[in-house]
């Protein structure tokens, strides 16, 4: 659509607000509500003049605050009913950032979604036209987080601290014999002890309904207690990055209607199964995929693809600063849980970091790479970015990643990994901004350094101060060293 055609569909709706969208430099959604008649032609040329970028995390020093938000009129959607169940009807158009000293002349650099479309365009200098991404996205819900009562009651009142959390599936709670899903056994269970059924299909119905975003499948995830996935069929680089916006933040609005509480924390339970957003990627010159070449007896799969898984390999350790960008995160990168840990690719095997799904071999519409790495906590704007940064560089330098793995990586022993040259991911947020450090020239055409110095720098603090924290479990080990 244009802005034209944006403001015709709010007088023909009778659209009473519109919700501007943005996110911060770690995904984080945020909005302003304007009233639909104080928008006009102007506020898509010119601009909403209405961010103090002070008080986003991340952004600008108080001196020097002023940001425009410059609506993009493909992105409008009616909102569903779950928004405001009031009369109104409003609607959602996602926004990009610009400086305000410099007005649209100067897209803002910390502005993720203007990164992932600066990605984008180096596909031009590879020849390609666009590409594909689907990513699968798990999250918990729950009937409750209780979280008690403060990070600092510990040392300031002497209460202690911890959390508990309630669900209808936990095999913890009580008067639940018909709903208990024990640990590790949810994988595709059916009523009633899949109690989420009827709420993943609603969600499922008003993406399709309301945001026109088609979904491949839906189910409950493995672990106990709410785990579910909801997979998103294939779209284009930034049209998907905002359908992921889209789809967390109902999945987070109509739990809340419910009285529940939905979750992207990669491991909220110790000993079961974490949250990962598994991402399929493939390259397209228009209508020719050029990750499929039919002549390849393996796996039909082009020299340009195994460049791409090549250059994603390569810099694994220092994607895991985008793709696993939290203190929990490497929770769930740990051995016994199906989360990748070794740096490999394989077919159709799930052991690996890379998997290339074997489902339809000859079929070039479908042929692509999985990572299977993130989770679902990551900016998605800045995991595609880097990811199809990774795998260009990958294509520029001829990396290629080696045979792939056939044998269940999870089971090989030390000697066998380094006879297979099989390396391993880093064990904490640390390890992995250390890494990013080392290793980010990759990055360096479409990241600016202000940016990555930003969000390491920030990610640095919130390590820190994990590392300084004493947590319950280190008081019931050590009180009585």
Known sequence: MNSDQVLQAIQDENISFIDFWFVDIFGELHNVGIP????????????????????????????????????????????????????RKNARIFCDLYDGSTRKESRYNRDSR???????????????????WGPEIEFFVFDAINVYPSPYAATHSGAGSGYSIESKESPWGKGNVSTAIDIKEGYYPSQPKDTLDGFRKDICDDLYNYFGIKIEAEHHEVATSGQCEINLVYDEMIIMADN????????????????????????????????????????WNDKTNAMYDENDELAQLSQVGRYYIGGILSHASSLCAISNPTTNSYKRLVPGFEAPVNVCWGLGNRSTAIRVPMYNRNQE??????????????????????????????????????????????????EKKREYNIGSLPVSLKGALDSLSSDSKFLEDVFTHDFLEKYSELKYKEYTAFAQTPTPWEVSMYADA
């Open 365 to 414: 519409k479908t042929k692509r790479m999985e990572y299977r790495v993130p989770d679902p906590i990551a900016n998605i704007y800045l995991l595609e970015a880097s990811l199809l940064l990774a795998g260009l560089d990958g294509i520029k330098n001829k990396i290629d990643p080696g045979d792939p793995i056939e044998e269940n990586v999870y089971q090989l022993s030390t």
């Open 36 to 87: 639909s008649y104080a928008i006009d032609k102007s506020s898509f040329e010119n601009g909403l003049e209405k961010l103090d970028a002070s008080s986003i995390v991340g952004f600008k020093s108080v001196n020097n605050s002023d940001m425009i938000l410059l609506p993009d009129p493909n992105s409008f959607k009616i909102l569903p009913n779950d928004y405001d169940p009031g009369p």
């Open 114 to 132: 203007g990164i992932a479309h600066k990605a984008s365009e180096k596909l031009n200098e590879f020849g390609f036209t666009h590409t594909n």
């Open 244 to 283: 992921v916006i889209a789809v967390k933040n109902l999945i987070k609005v109509k739990a809340k209607r419910k009285n529940k509480v939905a979750t992207f924390m990669p491991k909220p339970i110790f000993g079961d199964n974490a949250s990962a957003m598994h991402t399929h990627q493939s390259l």
